[in-house]
């Protein structure tokens, strides 16, 4: 029926084999032990048992005995007690030692099949969470992540080595190169994998909102918090964080961010009490913090306080002998996804891929063959399936022989124009062409008095 095996342990023969009938009648695997000797006999040679069901009152070595035994040496068999009308003491105290439950005597046959029948559930709701977390951890394998090149395998190395330690880790690269991706192995290949991995984008949110994400809220502490609220810290107790877009933190959020580094305590927002979370914190991004450091938008304290570990995710662009093999990759999966047998991509279009930059990485080249696919009417992807920007020609290259009068202000501005001229002011187009983030690009061009029209 169900695969869930039971072991009986009574001295009283005839309840023993009544209850054993009243199982097996139900489609239950049973054995049944006289005494805790013949118990622990029956265990050495199989203990592949979900539930134990002993008497407290045995010859020999008692319930309470066996009990001990069985939680020192068979720890996955949960034990329940059989107790009569004058050991219900005993039975309280076996419960303190371990007892998952006890059943009391005289036991009506109807009530230890409702008992089992929760046991077995519960077998079945732990044997499924088992399950998709072993899926979830095969997802999330490093080698599930495709690279071959020299760097890609020396940060699979990496993240080998720092998985099962406990250290902050800094991940830094462009958008698109894989960052949660490989935050999620870490995860879930780590001591941790069986608490929660909690991700959390800090790009784009106004400060009181960002605080009452992170740390959380009490009710009323402001108009709309019309309940208690968890944060996110509070959230990955005894789990991992997940801090994507680091970089984009508000200094005076940044204060408060590294005193929970330090401490591991925070408030919530509209609270005084500290609360306490064990947790590990792995961070993302794709700005130069050394830069922010230096413009004085990101406190060079907290830098060292995430960056006890650190990985750098290349460019796509500097990796260009992986494309090939990622194009195939993401044919086959979305020609599974769109029912289509599409069989490859001819010589040319390929060559184009190579030689395109990718600002936006593996993730631009991602959307790119999922665009191509869902164009191609064939069997095999051309030229004219892929995205415009990609088969257009490269925008206007500045004169080098201008540079040494030209500052790197005038530069910068000039392609900034170009790209937001090649995209028709679309903003976040030319932001994944120049390989930054949007709020990085609003800033260049306020700087340099740019608008999508000019």
Not at 124 to 141: G, H, I, P, S, T
Request: glycine share 6%; proline share 3%.
């Amino acid at each position: 029926m169900n695969e869930f095996r039971i072991l009986l342990v009574d001295d009283d023969e005839g309840f023993l084999e009544s209850m054993a009938d009243n199982l097996e009648d139900r489609g239950y695997d049973v054995d049944k032990a006289l005494s805790s000797e013949e118990a622990l006999k029956i265990l050495s040679k199989n203990d592949n048992y979900n539930l134990a069901i002993v008497d407290l009152c045995l010859p020999g070595m008692d319930g309470i005995g066996l009990l001990k035994r069985l939680n020192k040496k068979y720890v996955n068999i949960r034990v329940a007690m059989l107790t009569g009308h004058g050991t219900v003491t005993a039975a309280v105290d076996a419960m303190k030692l371990g007892a998952i439950d006890f059943l009391q005597k005289p036991l009506h046959p109807e009530k230890l099949l409702i008992f089992v029948q929760k046991e077995c559930e519960r077998q079945q709701l732990v044997d499924q969470n088992a399950y998709f977390m072993a899926e979830l951890c095969k997802r999330n394998n490093i080698d599930n992540i495709i690279g071959t090149s020299p760097a890609m395998l020396e940060v699979f190395k990496q993240v080998r080595d720092i998985s099962d330690a406990d250290s902050t880790v800094l991940i830094t690269g462009e958008s698109g190169t894989g960052k949660e991706l490989i935050a999620n192995h870490i995860h879930y290949t780590s001591r941790r994998k069986d608490g929660p991995f909690i991700k959390f984008s800090c790009a784009v949110l106004a400060q009181g909102v960002l605080e009452s994400e992170l740390f959380g809220h009490e009710r009323g502490s402001f108009t709309g918090a019309v309940k208690l609220r968890r944060g996110r810290f509070e959230s990955a107790h005894k789990g991992t964080l997940f801090l994507d877009e680091i970089g984009d933190i508000p200094l005076t959020s940044q204060v408060k961010l590294l005193r929970v580094l330090q401490s591991t305590e925070f408030e919530r927002v509209g609270q005084s009490k500290s609360i306490k979370s064990d947790f590990r914190l792995i961070c993302a991004t794709n700005h130069d913090l050394m830069e922010d450091i230096d413009n004085r938008t990101f406190r060079e304290d907290l830098y060292y306080r995430i960056r006890v570990l650190e990985i750098i995710l290349p460019p796509l662009r500097n990796r260009r002998e992986e494309i090939s093999i990622l194009v195939n990759h993401f044919i086959k999966i979305y020609s599974h996804q769109t029912n289509k047998r599409i069989r490859g991509i001819s010589d040319e279009a390929m060559s184009i891929l190579v030689d395109y930059d990718w600002p936006g990485n593996v993730r631009e080249l991602k959307n790119a063959i999922e665009s191509a696919t869902v164009y191609c009417k064939g069997d095999v992807i051309d030229t004219h399936h892929l995205p415009h920007l990609i088969h257009t020609p490269k925008i206007g290259t500045l004169n080098l022989s201008q540079l040494p009068t030209r500052s790197l202000a005038e530069i910068e501005k000039e392609l900034i124009a170009l790209c937001l001229q090649e995209v028709k002011g679309n903003k976040t187009k030319a932001a994944g062409m120049l390989g930054i983030s949007r709020p990085t690009l609003y800033d260049k061009m306020k700087k340099h008095g740019l608008t999508p029209q000019n």
